[in-house]
């Protein structure tokens, strides 16, 4: 696995959204392709299924077989950790409040239910 660099890290602070293609078993194809909020927390990346672990198609698709996202014009193959660590959780929670503060649907980004669905984003 390769860390990200910091111009990485400040394209994802900048950025509102990346571009998420978690890619289908056949892993040549994406279960979705679509822009999610996503943050930073001491130099990973993280998003979250809106819909939680079991119902978010690209949490489900994106943990088993990895994918592909996009930032500022940059792609990039990663692969896709759930966080099982409550801290983490916590810390990923303070990142999407400070960064998205007043935006919709910021509250149900936050909430329990999405909070157990959050992934780090790992570059291969």
Known sequence: MNKWTNEEIAA?????TLQNRPYNDDKTT????????EVTVDNQVFIRGAKGVNDTKWYQAGTQNGGQIEVAGQKFEVEYQAVNNA??????????????????PIDLMVSDPVAQATVALVKK
Request: no cysteine; glycine share 4%; charged share 35%.
């Open 87 to 104: 801290e983490l959780i916590k810390d990923v929670t303070e990142a999407f409040n400070k960064k998205y503060h007043g935006q919709y």
């Open 12 to 16: 994802f602070d900048k950025a509102q």
């Open 30 to 37: 994406f279960e979705e392709d679509n822009p999610v909020w």
